[in-house]
């Protein structure tokens, strides 16, 4: 693979997140696709003229590039990553990738005929302190994994109507319609990254807390989150959360090992903690209970530190485009992808059927994938006004009348 890689970004809102970083990783954004005029024009302020700029994304597909980054909606990347791999177009894609499981048999079969690498841009497992604690795991001094957690918690105080302008922009939007089990990658895939474990079956249960204040809300999910435990294929269990609205604004995890522990320390400002049973301390160590910031000596520290998601950005393009140069296979590959895009859809089932378990499809199978080819049970409206055949919430939930009518005044103003 040449040095010199050119990429395209789909999807101009989160896509222009990535753009700097991309070029801070010595390669070129060729052109960009976006059908809202308005973060097309945002991206040409930010990028200028020597760019190729698209509102159609056909005439964009036609466009020559190397690699594309998919950042459209959260729903809608499986068709799009297919045509790109069938072209050769290596793919990265921002979010999981599947909205069904139909599409994630489509996606795996595409990539697997493809000559073209297929990447999810899972950006959390590349945090300061996760690459520490993925450091400490792979060390192997913690022993055998037996049990992780994690947690993605991001509340909303739903006063904003900016935040709903940028990214709720019309009723049908995905995310009025996000199951409280669709957006756990941030808490997930840190672990499986960590340890190498794969989810092997999971169970799900909701909490339901519906906004009720007189707030900007649109969304028709009354579940504040939702508790997923899975048994994975090393015999480990992990427990994670969705998108949770609990508690305050942090991103946590834990590994736990025969012989000891490490975590990131809630509201610790990054520092982690790595502790030991006495008698497995390692002898390089002077204590076997430690608290400290993991140390910052990457060769691109500095570009790591001006990145989004406390580095995680910088370092997950990095790893990308090392993987193209390289020739070689990523870790977070279109099996990885599709393992987590599995795992929302079916913990949302077994949410809705109390707590049932489901086990999560091994994709590399030919014969599994044909229990699964034609599934394509969904939450969420098409692209074209198709509707959901399920529901997105535990206990049925619509915005109130005075909620619906501050978020239409909140995005008419953008």
């Excluded at 890689?5 to 052109?31: H, L, P, Q, W």
């Excluded at 020559?64 to 069938?86: C, G, K, Q, S, W």
């Excluded at 709903?164 to 922009?169: M, N, T, V």
């Excluded at 080819?373 to 009348?401: H, Q, V």
Aim: proline share 5%; hydrophobic share 35%.
């Amino acid at each position: 693979m040449k040095k010199n890689i050119r990429m395209g970004i789909f999807g101009c809102n989160r896509g222009m997140s990535f753009a700097k970083i991309i070029m801070m990783n010595n390669a070129e954004v060729v052109a960009v696709c976006d059908k809202d005029e308005y973060w097309l024009n945002k991206a040409k302020e930010k990028l200028g003229d020597d760019v190729a700029y698209y509102s159609d994304f056909e005439e964009f597909f036609k466009h020559d590039m190397d690699a594309v980054l998919l950042a459209n909606y959260f729903n809608e990347h499986t068709p799009y990553a297919i045509r790109f791999l069938e072209k050769g177009v290596h793919v990265l894609s921002e979010c999981t990738p599947a909205g069904t499981m139909a599409e994630c048999v489509q996606l795996v079969e595409a990539a697997e005929k493809s000559n073209a690498t297929y990447m999810i841009c899972e950006n959390y497992p590349f945090m300061t302190f996760n690459r520490e604690i993925t450091r400490v795991c792979r060390t192997g001094t913690l022993g055998k994994f037996l049990f992780a957690e994690g947690e993605y918690n991001h509340p909303n105080e739903g006063k904003d109507a900016k935040f709903a302008q940028r990214y709720i922009p019309y009723l049908e939007h995905w995310r009025n319609f996000l199951p409280a089990t669709y957006y756990s990658t941030h808490a997930l895939a840190p672990l499986m990254y960590a340890t190498g474990a794969t989810p092997k079956r999971v169970t799900a249960f909701p909490i339901y807390a519906p906004l009720t204040e007189r707030v900007v809300c649109s969304k028709h999910v009354g579940d504040r989150t939702a508790i997923i435990t899975s048994i994975n294929d090393d015999g480990s269990v992990f427990r994670f959360t969705g998108c949770a609205g609990f508690g305050f604004h942090e991103s946590s995890y834990r590994v736990c090992g025969v012989k000891g522990q490490v975590e990131n320390i809630r509201g610790g400002g990054g520092k982690v903690a790595l502790n030991y049973n006495e008698w497995d301390k390692p002898e390089y160590l002077e204590s076997n209970s430690n608290i400290y910031e993991p140390e910052k000596n990457d060769p691109d520290q500095e570009l790591i530190d001006a990145a989004g998601h406390n580095g995680g950005d910088f370092v997950v393009m990095r790893e990308f485009l090392t993987y193209l140069r390289e020739g070689k296979r990523p870790i977070m590959d279109v099996y990885f992808s599709v393992t987590l895009s599995a795992v929302a859809i079916l913990s949302h089932r077994s949410l809705m059927e109390n707590g049932r378990p489901y086990d999560i499809p091994d994709f590399r199978d030919p014969e599994v994938r044909e229990l699964w080819r034609n599934d394509r049970t969904t939450p969420f409206y098409g692209p074209n006004g198709e509707l959901p055949n399920i529901a997105c919430s535990s206990k049925p939930w619509k915005p109130s009348e005075e909620q619906l009518n501050a978020y239409f005044e909140g995005i008419k103003n953008r």
